[in-house]
């Protein structure tokens, strides 16, 4: 029962530095996301994908970009790491909505990425 | 616009109960999630409303007016191991890849 997997756990990263955090998941989910969590707010899209080779931006995608080339792969790139990008980034996946409006289908998330750029 | 207010933190007792509210502003609404987020994990889902009305999960439960643009999160016998932030989300049905607007969480401090 692995879920949602991420890697690093943590990491720090120097100022203009790139680096790839790492989401695989094992539930054979259509939707996957990319969320970055600061103290004390809520969480924050920065990608989304719904499926292999389809993906689109959230709320806060400059400075990142995502592939989606297989079902359980949804890696986020940091190009130039900037401090306001110390953070901690979850990565998520949910199954395809039901064709009942209304239906539950949850997030299920992985443990987090805590990332320090100095 | 779209919005969610939680309280930023509350303090109760242990063996007591206590009720989080969550307010919402969406352009449609298609559903409201509530998560629980202990300190340094991730969040786990804990109950789901979309129509109105209380559903009930063991010591938790949930309620929902979609009128009011209002739910709460209900504790009952309370434990020391429900210290922990409690996240409300809402789908928006403007979206139709049913994206999630979360609220900044409230975090719950269980006293002996």
């Known amino acids: 029962n692995a879920g949602v997997t991420q890697t690093p756990k943590f990491r720090i990263l120097k100022i203009g530095q790139s680096m790839t955090l790492q989401c695989t998941q094992d539930?054979?989910?259509?939707?996957m996301y990319w969320y970055r969590q600061d103290p004390g707010m809520g969480l924050k899209l920065i990608y989304y994908s719904v499926g292999a080779g389809i993906t689109d931006k959230g709320e806060v995608p400059n400075g990142y970009n995502v592939s989606r080339s297989t079902t359980e792969d949804f890696p986020l790139r940091l190009e130039l790491a900037a401090p306001s990008q110390t953070s901690v980034y979850f990565c998520?996946?949910?199954?395809?909505?039901?064709?009942?409006?209304?239906?539950?289908?949850?997030?299920?998330f992985g443990d987090g990425t805590r990332l320090s750029i100095l | 616009g779209q919005n969610i207010d939680q309280p930023t933190e509350m303090t109760a007792t242990e063996g007591a109960i206590v009720q989080i509210n969550c307010t919402y502003q969406t352009s449609g609404f298609n559903g409201l999630f509530w998560y629980q987020q202990h300190a340094g994990e991730a969040p786990t889902f804990l109950s789901y409303n979309v129509l109105d009305g209380l559903e009930e999960k063991g010591r938790f439960s949930s309620f929902l007016s979609r009128s009011k643009g209002y739910s709460y999160l209900l504790l009952k016998e309370l434990q020391m191991k429900d210290s922990a932030s409690y996240l409300c989300a809402v789908r928006d049905m403007q979206d139709s890849n049913y994206q999630l607007i979360w609220g900044a969480g409230t975090k719950l401090i269980i006293k002996p």
């Open positions: 539930m054979n989910h259509n939707y």
């Open positions: 998520a996946s949910r199954n395809k909505q039901g064709t009942r409006v209304g239906s539950n289908q949850p997030q299920h």
